[in-house]
């Protein structure tokens, strides 16, 4: 069409104009890391809206609700704020919302409440005793495997026994009381208005192909489906997408293959190859070009990802053929690798790279710790992403929880939070208690053999009740609602946290101006615990006039995002790839993907370091070694560098002994901005 406001042609290269403005249908694209598919889509948001389509009827699936938000507002400035009104989220809170507005097709009360998978865990803990199955471990799956068993089922869309036979071998023989566990947990949430993750697709699915006319209805308002990371979907949320888009077949998926990471959560990458089949008419689009990184870094990213399995064909160029090579650095210990990174990252800040522009990526979690030691005593701020949840944290769950039965009174995994909190009160007490609580005619009510079962709870539990009581959602705002619970639970809280009361109190203070932002409390624990804020990212939040923070994260939370100078940390056998996925059957694969990821979120530099001698609290020091997949890499693609620690130039109490004799101690703890340089290449190569 002529007249358009964006000029596509000229932002855009040929393929990606091709994508963003192909007329209505199916099409997919493939393509590799920063070839710009996440622009594209972008660009088809702003394309569809521009050229007529009423933004509210279009729906963007992605993988957080950030990179929904982020590539909204992306197309809002290149248009107009017309596209911040697509319906844009992931598939769960997606799905969600379609259930609450469904709800009756589907028997279910609007204001269900959503169990996280610790939730779920504890309810099947519950039950599995309830119902006299083997209480140990070595003869019944324990609570979380009983979890990610179910989970597995509805993930990968396939039925118990396969499942069992396919991952879960040891305990096949017990298909029968799993099976009727299974039942009964899928009832008991039902009765109680409850629902895990997985039922929020299950069901929406189950709605979908069963009732035609919602169908239609839902498909009608979901005129064109754009989904990003498509590699990383399953069996269940391929076919929502079909199902959304039924009526029509509008749909734009982008995905790359070589980045599917999320198996263990049932994510299966040939959902890509099995697009085509699944649409008619389907198209399916290459992007070629990579415009993030420099030819060097993509020649790390192709010869690691040659070396694995695909089927869509794709070999990385960018028109950047110069740059660094990327580096291999060995350290003496996780010690020495943390002075490294601390050091170059503030170098690179004195040469004019941003601490925003540089990230530090990591296979796990716990693998950042003596990074984030070095970087205190540098005072470099940074923000933390993958590690633990605020909603994960039990202070806040339980705060949470009290919310929870005020919205669902039936809502049994929150009461038996709650109700453990009373001093007095066990796993068996309050499961009496919830069925009490829970049951409409209340004549499940059980009295101990002293015949004052809850007499001796009842200063408390009155209390309790009179809080919930004194909660009104329609008038109230959400905050005070937050602080009438507060109140209640403070003084309980001292007492079920003794040892780190302080910090606990300080994350309670988090969730008040986070509610304030809210005016329906359905939405703020949905938004909590559906896509679960990082407790550092929320110190980070409003911290504006400062410098903007390093970024610290997992790989898996650095999907789609890119920087100037990466930072690899702990790329070693056994963390990346896990010693876990080494058992499992194409469990190396997916680490390799995975390593694939990190490297391709580098612009400029990307170093990837590990420490050659592991300390750890069961087995003392031990020796690693380097990343399999890094071993026989040629020093034409990753340059090895030595790091040689200067001997100190002044006394530095404050850093710990090193193990290692060679391993000097560094001059650098004086937290000035500008730390000497302490580490140094001996021959050519790295600017330190
Ligand atoms: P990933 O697989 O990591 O998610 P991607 O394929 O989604 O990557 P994008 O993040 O969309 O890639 O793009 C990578 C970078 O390249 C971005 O900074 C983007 O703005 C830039 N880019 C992509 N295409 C173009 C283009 N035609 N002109 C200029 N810059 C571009
Ligand atoms: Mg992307």
Same mark, same amino acid.
């Given at each position: ?84 009104? /697509? ?35 504890? @309810? ?18 324990? +609570? ?9 089922? /509805? ?49 929406? *699915? ?11 209805? #839902? ?31 509008? #749909? ?24 085509? +089949? ?27 990802? =040659? ?63 003596? @990074? ?16 633990? +949840? ?8 339980? @705060?949470?929880? *009290? ?37 409409? =005619?209340?004549?499940?009510?059980? #009295? ?36 009438? /619970? ?23 203070? *988090? ?44 790989? *898996?939370?650095? +999907? ?72 026989? @890499? ?6 090895? #560098? ?35 340089? =302490? ?10």
């Amino acid at each position: 069409p002529e007249n358009l406001t964006v000029d596509y042609r000229a932002e855009l290269n040929d393929q990606q104009y091709a994508a963003a403005t192909a007329n209505p249908g199916a099409l997919l694209i493939v393509a590799g890391a920063g070839t710009g598919k996440t622009r594209t889509l972008v660009y088809r948001l702003s394309y569809l809206v521009e050229t007529g389509l009423d933004p509210r009827s279009i729906v963007l699936l992605t993988f957080t609700r950030r990179a929904a938000r982020d590539m909204m507002t992306r197309a809002a400035s290149l248009l107009d704020g017309r596209c911040q009104r /697509v319906r844009g989220g992931t598939f769960h809170s997606f799905c969600m919302q379609l259930l609450r507005t469904h709800a009756p097709a589907l028997n279910l009360s609007p204001d269900f409440t959503i169990l996280d998978a610790s939730d779920a865990a504890d @309810v099947l803990s519950m039950l599995r005793t309830r119902g006299g199955y083997p209480d140990r471990a070595d003869r019944f799956p324990n +609570k979380g495997t009983l979890q990610s068993m179910f989970s597995d089922t /509805v993930n990968r869309d396939r039925s118990l026994s396969e499942a069992l036979n396919d991952r879960y071998p040891q305990f096949t023989h017990l298909h029968d009381d799993l099976r009727e566990l299974q039942d009964t947990y899928r009832a008991y949430k039902a009765e109680h208005h409850m629902l895990d993750f997985d039922d929020l697709l299950r069901r929406t *699915h189950e709605l979908l192909s069963q009732n035609d006319t919602v169908r239609q209805q #839902v498909a009608a308002r979901c005129r064109h489906v754009l989904v990003d990371e498509y590699q990383d979907t399953n069996a269940v949320q391929a076919d929502l997408v079909q199902q959304f888009t039924s009526v029509h077949g509008n #749909v734009t998926a982008v995905g790359d293959d070589a980045q599917s990471i999320y198996r263990f959560r049932g994510a299966d990458f040939r959902n890509i190859f099995r697009f085509p +089949k699944q649409y008619d008419n389907a198209r399916v689009l290459k992007l070629e070009q990579n415009y993030r990184s420099t030819q060097p870094i993509l020649d790390l990213a192709n010869h690691l990802i =040659d070396h694995a399995n695909r089927s869509y064909d794709k070999t990385l160029f960018s028109d950047a053929d110069t740059g660094d090579l990327p580096a291999i650095v060995p350290a003496a210990d996780t010690a020495m690798e943390a002075r490294f990174v601390g050091q170059m990252v503030a170098q690179l800040r004195e040469q004019g790279v941003p601490l925003r522009d540089q990230a530090v990526l990591f296979r796990s979690s716990h693998n950042s710790y003596d @990074v984030e030691i070095e970087l205190g005593k540098r005072n470099i701020p940074y923000v933390k992403y993958g590690g633990t +949840k605020l909603s994960e944290a039990a202070h806040i769950k339980d @705060v949470l929880a *009290h919310l929870r039965v005020a919205e669902n009174p039936d809502d049994a995994a929150a009461w038996n939070r709650i109700l453990q909190l009373i001093h007095g009160i066990g796993p068996k007490t309050a499961q009496d208690l919830i069925d009490w609580l829970t049951d409409d =005619d209340h004549s499940a009510f059980v #009295v101990d053999e002293q015949g004052h079962f809850a007499q001796r709870y009842l200063d408390t539990l009155t209390q309790l009740l009179n809080t919930l009581r004194s909660i009104r959602p329609d008038e109230q705002p959400l905050t005070e609602q937050m602080e009438a /619970v507060l109140t209640y639970y403070r003084p309980l809280f001292e007492e079920a946290y003794p040892d780190d009361y302080p910090k606990r109190e300080s994350d309670l203070e *988090h969730l008040a101006p986070l509610a304030a932002r809210y005016d329906s409390r359905q939405r703020f624990l949905a938004d909590l615990t559906l896509d679960p804020i990082e407790l550092t990212a929320l110190d980070q939040e409003g911290a504006t006039d400062d410098e903007a923070p390093l970024v610290l994260s997992t790989i *898996h939370s650095a +999907k789609g995002l890119e920087f100037h100078s990466v930072f690899l940390i702990h790329a070693l056998d056994g963390t990346l790839p896990s010693q876990y996925a080494l058992d499992e059957p194409g469990g190396l694969d997916e680490e390799l993907r995975l390593l694939y990821v990190a490297v391709t979120r580098a612009e400029e530099n990307l170093f990837i370091s590990y420490p050659m001698l592991q300390t750890s609290r069961y087995y003392g020091d031990t020796m690693a070694s380097r990343s399999r997949f890094l071993e026989n @890499v040629p020093e034409s693609i990753l340059e090895p #560098v030595e790091l040689v620690e200067a001997p100190p130039e002044s006394t530095s109490d404050a850093l710990p002994e090193s193990p290692e004799p060679e391993a000097l101690p560094t001059p650098d703890d004086d937290n000035t901005s500008a730390p000497k340089s =302490d580490l140094s290449e001996p021959e050519d190569g790295l600017p330190f």
